[in-house]
C-alpha cells in the first residue's frame, strides 16, 4: 500500500485547513474527537451492522484517528506560529511531508510505467511450441551442437533474420548461428 492513514488524513488536513481560522480547527479537533470515539464505538459493538458495501469499521476508525491527530498538529501549528488563519505554505512540517508523498507518488508512477512497458514489450514476444520432422529436427540439433547453442536458441536466430518481400515471400540470408559478442549466458 502506498499511502496510510496518516498519509491520507495529511493531504486531506492540509488541503482542508487552507485559510481556516483559529476557531474552525478547533472545531475541526472536536469534530474528530467525537467521530474516533463513534468509529471505536462501533467496533467493539457486536450489534454493528456490516452490509457488503459498508465501509470497513477498523480502516474507518485508523483514518479518523489518523485525522484527529493530523488537526490537532494543525491546531499545534497555528498556536505556536500565532498567526489567525492556516497557510499550508507556512507549515514546514506539513510541506516536508507533502514533498515525500509527491516524492513516493513519483516513484510509484515509474514503476508503473515501467511495469506497463515491460507488459507492452512482453505482449510484442511470441512463445511457440514448435514440432518438427525428424530429420529437420535432426539438422537443426545438429547446427545447435556445432553453434554450442540450444536448439531453441538456433530457431531464434534463424527467425531474427527472416525477411519478406512485397510479394509476401519469406526468406533468411546466409548465417552463422551463434553467440553475440558479450551475450551473457542465460542457460
Do not use: K, N
Amino acid at each position: 500500500m502506498i499511502w496510510t492513514p496518516e498519509d491520507v488524513a495529511r493531504d486531506q488536513v492540509r488541503r482542508q485547513a487552507a485559510g481556516m481560522t483559529v476557531r474552525q480547527v478547533d472545531q475541526a479537533v472536536d469534530t474528530a474527537v467525537v467521530r474516533v470515539r463513534e468509529t471505536r464505538q462501533e467496533l467493539r459493538s457486536p450489534m454493528a451492522v456490516r452490509g457488503e458495501f459498508a465501509p470497513d469499521p477498523e480502516e474507518l476508525a485508523d483514518r479518523w484517528a489518523a485525522l484527529l491527530t493530523e488537526w490537532r498538529r494543525v491546531a499545534a501549528h497555528l498556536a505556536a506560529s500565532g498567526t489567525g488563519a492556516y497557510d499550508s505554505d507556512l507549515d514546514e512540517t506539513g510541506c516536508a511531508w507533502a514533498r515525500e508523498r509527491e516524492d513516493r507518488r513519483a516513484g510509484a508512477l515509474r514503476t508503473h510505467a515501467a511495469w506497463m512497458e515491460r507488459r507492452r514489450e512482453e505482449q510484442d514476444e511470441l512463445r511457440a511450441e514448435l514440432w518438427m520432422g525428424a530429420a529437420t529436427g535432426r539438422r537443426v540439433r545438429a547446427v545447435a551442437a556445432r553453434a554450442g547453442l540450444a536448439p531453441d536458441e538456433v530457431l531464434s536466430q534463424l527467425a531474427e533474420r527472416v525477411s519478406v518481400d512485397d510479394d509476401g515471400a519469406v526468406s533468411v540470408a546466409p548465417f552463422i548461428p551463434g553467440r553475440a559478442a558479450g551475450a551473457s549466458e542465460e542457460r
